[in-house]
């Protein structure tokens, strides 16, 4: 079975980093993510990030300019690989369309945030770019 590519995005603006509240699992609602999805087949990994920030922030998708990798591939199982991307918005304001809410942290509460864990593995590459 192939792996499974799930995108996220470092969205920053100025000093700060968008991060977002799950509703769901279960076990993961109410911790903070760096928003974004997987990748449907023919996508690829930018287009799938800018769409899927898109649709979960409500933004046009011609907004979300997707830029460089962000540190390094995180395994979720054997099958999920997680990727992150830095992001910068080009226009529009994001709202929660699939969060519980959305928050611009810097880097000074980075340590505060009670982030899902596979998310953790970006903390040192977020602070040093905020």
């Not at 933004?59 to 997680?82: C, E, F, K, P, Y």
């Not at 928050?103 to 009670?114: G, H, I, K, M, S």
Request: net charge negative; proline share 7%.
């Amino acid at each position: 079975m192939p792996t499974q590519i799930v995108v996220a995005g470092a969205v920053i603006r100025g000093s700060a980093l968008l991060v977002a509240q799950r509703v769901r699992p279960p076990e993961l609602a109410g911790r903070w993510e760096l928003p974004g999805g997987k990748v449907a087949p023919g996508e690829t990994e930018p287009q799938a990030l800018a769409r899927e920030l898109a649709e979960e922030l409500g933004l046009d998708v011609a907004d979300v300019v997707v830029g460089d990798r962000l540190g390094d591939d995180i395994s979720l199982n054997g099958s999920t690989t997680l990727r992150a991307y830095l992001v910068r918005l080009a226009g529009g304001e994001p709202h929660p369309h699939d969060h519980r809410a959305l928050r611009w942290v810097t880097a000074a509460e980075l340590a505060e945030v009670d982030w899902v864990p596979a998310d953790r593995g970006w903390l040192t590459d977020l602070a040093s770019i905020l």
